[in-house]
């Protein structure tokens, strides 16, 4: 366990539809990044943020945003969702002082029918 | 460009032999390059990492060198076990302007024969 949860584990929906993805970093980090993990693209960054604050951008659709709260959490949006949007979606975080050690979350599944 | 190339794609190998991966870097500005183990529907962990300070490390059966200059890293694997099968992910840290990403390599599958 790495201390990164992330919820929900499984989502299921429809073309067109918005969901909310859910992490919540280590205790005591203050960083968090989100991947995409598909069978053809592999690991993907999306964005970063960095104790509220956006740090880092991928190669992120316009259609997902994500923010990071107060309290660290963080959450990304995916919206208008597209077949292709399948994917595992991983969150990491990481202490500022060591720079680049990211912890996994345990993903959501996110299936797009 | 940022890029992390990683071979081989699948490795099967004997329990009991060793096993290594081989990646490459193009971003000469990288200084941490960790390796994830991913089993099947879960989250990639982190087994070994090292810094460009440094040109190997190990722990355990688990060894990670790097060669700065060739802007290459290697994870060798000893004494490999049935628990050993997993993909294999090599990644480079990349700053941005404000930040930083890991750079992922496309996975090795590694099988180890019992």
Known sequence: DSGVTQTPKHLITATGQRVTLRCSPRSGDLSVYWYQQSLDQGLQFLIQYYNGEERAKGNILERFSAQQFPDLHSELNLSSLELGDSALYFCASSVATEAGVQFFGPGTRLTVL | ?114
């Open chain 2, 1 to 114: 460009g940022e890029n992390v190339e990683q071979h081989p794609s699948t490795l099967s190998v004997q329990e009991g032999d060793s096993a290594v991966i081989k990646c490459t870097y193009s971003d000469s500005a990288s200084n941490y390059f960790p390796w994830y183990k991913q089993e099947l529907g879960k989250r990639p962990q982190l087994i070994i990492d090292i810094r460009s300070n440094v040109g190997e490390k190990k722990d355990q059966r688990i060894a990670v060198t790097l060669n700065k200059t060739a802007k290459h890293f290697s994870l060798h694997i000893t004494e490999t076990q049935p628990e050993d099968s997993a993909v294999y992910f090599c990644a480079a840290l990349m700053y941005m302007e404000y930040g930083n990403k890991l750079v992922f390599g496309a996975g090795t599958i590694l099988r180890v024969k019992s």
